[in-house]
């Protein structure tokens, strides 16, 4: 009788699983820093501070993958490039002038990012390791924001 009542009612004894429930922020970075993480190529900090995920957040995703931006590259030529992918670097915080928190939010974000976008192991390790030294720097702890920016202009020098 039980079996029966069983398979009449499989809802009511299917097991339930002990998982628990999601809790944290989905953070989304920016198409352009996305693209980025791709092709294996590191990404400014700026794009994983909690104010670059939110301007990706706010950003219109109805943008057609298929409209292009007419773009001057390094060489100076100009070139037609998605407009997905494209970004005005002129509203970037470069990495020497986030402040340390804003670093310390980025590095997080950046090393979560690089993770999902298959990043070797070794390289996200080394990424890690730096910025753990980093962080565990006398310097960082100083009252004197000079030296916590001299470390930040150390890292943006380092990761170029």
Not at 84 to 91: L, M, P, Q, V
Request: net charge negative.
């Amino acid at each position: 009788m039980i079996a029966e009542e069983h398979k009449t009612n499989k809802a009511k004894y299917a097991p339930v699983p002990d998982v628990e429930v999601p809790s944290g922020p989905v953070n989304i970075p920016a198409l352009y820093s996305t693209c980025k993480l791709k092709k294996g190529e590191y990404c400014e900090l700026y794009f994983f501070t909690t104010v670059g995920l939110a301007e990706a957040e706010s950003f219109n995703t109805l943008i057609n993958d298929e409209a292009l931006t007419l773009f001057k590259a390094d060489n100076g030529q100009h070139i037609w490039v998605p407009t997905s992918n494209s970004r005005d670097k002129s509203a970037v915080i470069k990495d020497e002038d986030l402040t340390w928190e804003q670093f310390g939010e980025a590095v997080v974000h950046l090393m979560n990012a690089m993770r999902e976008h298959n990043w070797q192991k070794d390289r996200v390790d080394m990424h890690v390791k730096f910025w753990t030294v980093l962080e565990e720097h006398p310097w960082c702890h100083s009252p004197h924001n000079h030296l916590k920016h001299t470390l930040l202009l150390y890292q943006s020098q380092q990761q170029q």
